[in-house]
């Protein structure tokens, strides 16, 4: 853990971590982009971890591979096309709420 | 990429879409001088989608990828086009020329220009020979023509031919398209050759593609479908069509992507679908293709797949299309490749498509949306706002309409019972169907909405009695259970007929010649299992097939079928919805006339019965009937008066007076016969305005009457007008030259005998009068031609007596609506205003000639007409009192500034015009100066209109009156025209008002529901008339401008006029076919009594 770790954790609302790649989650998510590289340089970006009180880890979980799915996709070939992420219908509000919240 | 699909069942035609053509929307504004400049992202977020369809009707569709409801929509955002006589095959637009070119299976091709608001045929082409293709240039310029046996034909877009060739070939050409440089064409064959001729029709090449792929079906080339920036025609290169992509497809559902024709190595594309059809996207990026998956194991729904390639021959997505039912029939990209459109049969699949990968939030908000039944879900959810927002833009329709077009299903009751809001007309079709299924008797009638080049059901009728010509209209909405039984039921009725669903087109081949009867029966089959098939997937759809179970209206009928009575029978309903009046001539040989009284539907209307109404009490003496009301009704109306009337005058007296007033030539000079023959009015008012029949003194012979009515309302204007100037006491020393002005005016207008010019010519000079001590510089130039719009429109009185007078009365004086003329006068008047200022010091004997117009005759001057005047005012006093004389006169501005306008050298001619202008002064909201000053209103303007009003209640008079209550009920109201009356219980401005209103009321014979009633009195009534046809001289018939919607001859046409602007028009365009388009006032319930009502042959 530090400024310069290739991970990042996030903290859900239980307390449950989760480690994203740092470089994937600054990319697709703005949210996160703006408070581990803000100019203020809060304490998150000093740890590289992120308490996210709002998101449950279910929600998170899904999140995360959300994040993980998105990194994959960019890698792709020009002209290949990735499968729409999937997300379960009885998951759906509350992962709209996470991602409009870490605008991903 | 992602894409999504549109979740948008109403989508849907009522039979089969062959062809689908999408063009963006240009603004309204017209074209700079070299035509729009169009920029991709901006304009094409609005559109056009045209639909050819397999019953020879082309729907053209406003769509709109806007997120935001409110966006404005274009006054009409749906046009089914008529004109072709079998299945159309083809429809494309150009857009560079904003036209748009339709091919029937039959081999005619229009060309449809959009003028004056209206679609109509521009061109015609036809060879006896079926089309195979057609494609316009990408300059838009040229148009691409193949046919059947191998001809092909390159024409100008204006309609000349370039070349033609007959290509002798063993097969047949399926297509044709221009290279993107427009250099070239290239010929598609079944025998799988393509064929390049060079823009002047000398062969080039002839190269046989994979003989084992079969024939041909289409081509498209990877560049954009029109250019729409002149500069990137560079068109001297010969390597212009390098790095464009050539997509040919094959019957088997092969692709081949060629650089060229002589491309030795095509990339292949084998997609495996059948009945493909291909788009390149504007990008040209993206070849979407869209077919049904070629399968091993027979079944009974297939599946649609909607693929997207590169141009280097990737298969970047593919997904299924939601619908089984029908194979893929039409696609098209539109908005900027952020739409694509495709048809599955009658059902429209607008996908949302983008290039980028959808994010977590799109993502996530589509799967919510997905479990959302409707938008009105949403603020339930546990979400921020802002999400809420984000989560009700999914919900936005592309083919949207407008929101008061296309009513949702479960509320169809509402939308029928309610008027359009403002300015949204509903265009209809109404069909007759004899037998129209075996469970009932009795000759039906269904309409119809038009949508999307289909009709969509909205509310079915049948005739409930042999003898009366009664029907009754049946609710469209039941309650969901009802209606899965309801198509259970019918399901049962058609299955022995054994119609498939899936190919819906066969049916419908011989459209041109089938019996209308087999063709409803057809039609109502494939619904009936179209609709099996939606209510599998969702219930959110129309009924396709109406219920019969409640009755929502009745309409009555007296025996001679000439008065009918709208009878709202569910709760939710008035029980009076309005009544009609037919006036048939002897032997039919006038146009028929009809008087409609219709209710007001309104959210705040009072509901429940009303106990004047009887549906089945009608009178069967035309005369007598309105005395006969009005026996039924008056005590009523004593009853609920509170506060004692005004002693009404005798009708004897005014009659009289009246017949005096109404000889229009006689010079009239007294004082006291002037002032009563202001009073005549109350009594020859009712017939008209109680819509009861006409008495045949006004239907047949108003001729006599109504030169004295305009004069009327002139009189009036005008002595109020004085009434005011003679309080500024300062003016009466400038009386004397404006006296001499007056009268040198009147010499220049005295060869206009009749009464009511001399009367307009007075108008003329009291508004010189008024106007200039409030500065001319207020003068709009615009409000000018505006007036003369509507005075043109008033000839529509309803009686063709009418129109034939003033028509003649315009004739001589040259075209009326010729304003530029005036303009420069305008200017003229406003560069000297001072003087007009020193001549315009009140003068009574001006004042007073025009209440007596016809003084300039004796030519005799001041004295005598100031002692008119007096007389004048002292029995004007106890009837409208003291107010009138402190009446200010301001609110009066605008007409009188137009008034001085004309006056100022227009001598005659501006005479006539003020005229009629001055019925409708406040009639152009469209002016901004006007709707200004029309805020500015007093209560005592009110008073004083109402006083008139009550006063002269001549026909023609009310209806210019109501037009001012109108404005200052609500400045924001629509256009006030002077066609109609409006009974309002309520917006009294004061006792007086109010008064007026009971005594006016008491007055008023005919009255058939008294407003009185104070339960009753919470909706207003209009009365309107049918507008006068005109009668064709050359042709030998009488005219009236259906705007195209009418194709065939009928006595049974008919348009209905209120406040001066046509609002509902019926017109056979079929042996039992008819359009039926209103607005407001008219609720689609009403509207459609009206045209039952009408259908019905006439006994007497």
Redesign the interface.
């Known amino acids: 853990m530090g400024p310069n770790a290739e991970y990042i954790k996030l903290i859900a609302a239980d307390e449950k971590e989760f480690f994203v790649k740092k470089a994937d989650a600054v990319e697709v998510s703005k949210t996160i982009r703006r408070i581990l590289d803000g100019p203020s340089q809060c304490k998150e970006g000093e740890i590289n971890q992120i308490e996210l009180s709002n998101i449950t880890s279910p929600t998170l979980k899904i999140?995360c591979d959300?994040l993980a799915y998105?990194a994959q996709?960019n890698k792709l070939e020009e002209?290949?096309?990735?499968r729409?992420?999937p997300?379960?219908?009885e998951?759906?509000?509350d992962?709209?709420?996470?991602?409009?919240f870490?605008?991903? | 990429?992602?894409l999504h699909f549109e979740r948008n069942l109403n989508a849907k035609c009522d039979c089969s879409i062959l062809s689908l053509t999408w063009m963006g929307k240009v603004p309204d504004e017209l074209p700079e001088d070299e035509g729009w400049k169009l920029s991709r992202t901006n304009y094409y977020q609005e559109g056009w989608l045209a639909a050819g369809n397999v019953r020879g009707i082309v729907g053209v569709t406003f769509t709109t990828s806007h997120w935001r409801k409110n966006s404005e929509f274009p006054l009409r955002t749906n046009y089914n086009l008529r004109g072709h006589r079998s299945e159309i095959i083809l429809v494309k637009w150009n857009e560079p020329y904003q036209k748009l070119a339709s091919c029937d299976s039959s081999g005619i091709i229009f060309v449809w220009i959009k003028y004056d608001g209206r679609w109509s045929i521009e061109l015609i082409n036809d060879r006896n020979t079926p089309v195979t293709h057609f494609s316009w240039s990408h300059d838009g310029r040229m148009a691409l023509i193949c046919y059947q046996d191998g001809f092909v034909l390159v024409g100008s877009v204006a309609g000349q031919r370039y070349w033609s060739s007959m290509l002798s070939l063993e097969s047949t050409i399926t297509c044709g398209l221009w290279t993107p440089d427009d250099q070239q064409v290239y010929f598609g064959t079944t025998s799988g050759r393509l064929i390049v001729m060079d823009v002047h029709g000398a062969m080039v090449s002839q190269i046989q593609l994979c003989q084992d792929f079969g024939p041909i079906v289409s081509m498209a080339w990877s560049c954009e479908k029109f250019k729409m920036e002149e500069n990137e025609s560079d068109t001297t290169s010969p390597y212009h069509n390098r790095g464009f992509v050539l997509a040919v497809c094959f019957k088997n559902g092969n692709i081949l992507l060629m650089k060229s024709f002589d491309d030795v190595s095509p990339i292949q594309l084998q997609t495996g679908l059948l009945g493909v059809c291909i788009e390149w996207s504007n990008s040209r990026q993206l070849l979407a293709v869209a077919g049904t998956k070629a399968s091993t194991v027979p079944s009974d729904s297939q599946t649609n797949v909607l693929q997207f390639y590169?141009d280097?021959g990737?298969l970047?997505?593919s997904t299924a299309i939601p619908y089984r039912q029908s194979n893929v029939t039409a696609l098209t990209w539109g908005h900027n490749d952020k739409r694509l459109f495709i048809a599955t049969g009658c059902q429209m699949h607008i996908a949302w498509v983008s290039t980028r990968?959808?994010?977590?939030?799109m993502?996530?908000?589509l799967?919510?949306h997905?479990?959302l039944k409707s938008e009105s879900q949403v603020p339930a959810?546990?979400?921020?706002p802002?999400?809420r927002v984000?989560?009700s833009n999914l919900f936005a329709q592309t083919i949207r309409v407008s929101e008061c077009y296309l009513p949702e299903i479960n509320q169809m009751r509402q939308f029928v019972s309610r008027p359009p809001s403002k300015n949204f007309r509903l265009y209809c079709t109404m069909i007759r169907h004899d037998e129209d299924t075996n469970l009932t008797a009795g000759t039906c009638y269904t309409l119809y909405l038009e949508f999307l080049g289909g009709l969509v059901p909205l509310l079915k009728g049948k005739r409930t009695s042999k003898i009366k010509p009664e029907f009754v209209i049946f609710d469209p909405q039941v309650e969901e259970t009802e209606l899965l039984d309801v198509t259970k039921l019918r399901l049962n009725d058609v299955s022995p007929n054994g119609r498939l669903t899936s190919d819906s087109s066969d049916s419908d081949m011989d459209d041109g010649c089938a019996s209308p009867r087999v063709q409803m029966r057809q039609r109502r089959c494939r619904r009936a299992h179209e609709k099996r098939d939606l209510v599998e997937i969702d219930d959110l759809t129309y009924v396709d097939i109406l219920p019969e179970y409640a009755r929502l209206v009745q309409v009555t009928s007296n025996i001679w079928g000439t008065k009918f009575k709208v009878h709202g029978l569910a709760k939710s309903l008035p029980e009076n919805l309005g009544h009609i009046t037919y006036k048939t001539s002897l032997l039919h040989l006038q146009p028929r006339q009809m008087t409609l009284v219709m209710t007001e539907l309104g959210d705040d209307v009072v509901l429940g019965p009303d106990p004047n109404f009887n549906p089945h009490l009608f009178s069967e003496d035309e005369d007598e009937a309105a005395s006969e009301v009005d026996q039924r009704s008056l005590p009523l109306t004593d009853l609920a008066l509170p506060i004692a009337p005004m002693t009404p005058r005798p009708a004897g007296e005014s009659r009289r007076l009246q017949q005096q007033s109404s000889r229009s030539s006689r010079p009239s000079t007294k004082a006291t016969e002037n002032s009563a023959s202001l009073q005549r009015a109350p009594s020859s008012l009712p017939p008209l305005c109680g819509g009861e029949p006409q008495t045949p003194k006004h239907t047949v012979a108003p001729r006599e009457d109504l030169p004295s009515e305009p004069s009327t309302s002139m009189r009036v204007k005008s002595s109020i007008k004085v009434a005011s100037q003679l309080d500024e006491a300062k003016e009466q020393s400038r009386t004397k030259r404006r006296e001499k002005q007056a009268c040198s005016h009147k010499q220049a207008v005295s060869s206009l005998c009749k009464e009511e010019e001399a009367a307009a010519a007075a108008a003329v000079a009291a508004g010189a009068v008024t106007a200039p001590g409030r500065g001319p510089t207020v003068v709009n130039p615009s409000t000018y031609s505006i007036l003369l719009d509507p005075m043109v429109r008033s000839c529509s009185v309803g009686y063709l007596d009418l129109v034939d007078l003033t028509l003649n009365s315009h004739g001589p004086l040259g075209d009326p609506a010729d304003a530029p003329p005036k303009r420069l006068v305008l200017v003229h008047k406003k560069e000297q205003p001072k003087p007009k200022l020193s001549n315009c010091g009140k003068s009574k004997s001006f004042d007073s000639s025009e209440i007596f117009p016809s003084a300039e005759r004796k030519k005799q001057a001041r004295g005598n007409a100031n002692m008119t005047f007096q007389k004048s005012q002292v029995t004007r006093k106890p009837v409208q009192k003291k107010e009138v004389e402190q009446t200010e006169n301001k609110d009066l501005k605008a007409e009188d500034h137009v008034f001085v306008n004309q006056n100022d050298g227009l001598a005659s001619s501006a005479t006539e015009h003020n005229n009629h202008t001055s019925r409708l002064p406040h009639s152009s909201p469209a002016s901004p100066a006007l709707g200004k000053k029309k805020r500015n209103q007093s209560p005592l303007r009110s008073f004083a209109l109402d006083c008139r009003r009550h006063l002269l209640n001549s026909p023609l008079l009310s209806r210019r009156v109501w037009k001012n209550r109108n404005t200052n009920e609500s400045s924001d109201d629509e256009v006030a025209c002077p066609n109609e009356e409006v009974i309002n219980g309520r917006n009294f401005r004061d006792l007086e008002t109010f008064q007026k209103a009971q005594l006016r009321q008491k007055l008023r014979k005919g009255k058939n529901d008294p407003p009185s009633v104070p339960a009753a009195a919470r909706h207003r009534e209009f009365v309107m008339h049918n507008k006068a046809p005109m009668w064709n001289e050359n042709s030998q018939v009488y005219q009236l401008d259906f705007g195209g919607r009418v194709t065939q001859e009928s006595a049974k046409n008919f348009q209905i006029e209120f406040r001066g602007k046509q609002v509902m028009q019926f017109g056979r365009i079929d042996g039992n076919a008819y359009t039926l388009d209103f607005q407001y006032p008219f609720s689609a319930l009403q509207a459609f009594a009206v045209a039952l009502a009408n259908v019905t042959q006439r006994l007497k």
């Open positions: 999140v959300f998105r996709v002209g290949e096309d990735a729409d992420f997300i379960r219908p998951d759906a509000v992962v709209l709420k996470a991602a409009n870490l605008d991903c | 990429m992602h590169s280097n990737v970047i997505h990968i959808a994010s977590l939030q993502l996530s908000g799967k919510t997905m479990q959810l546990p979400l921020p802002r999400i984000f989560l």
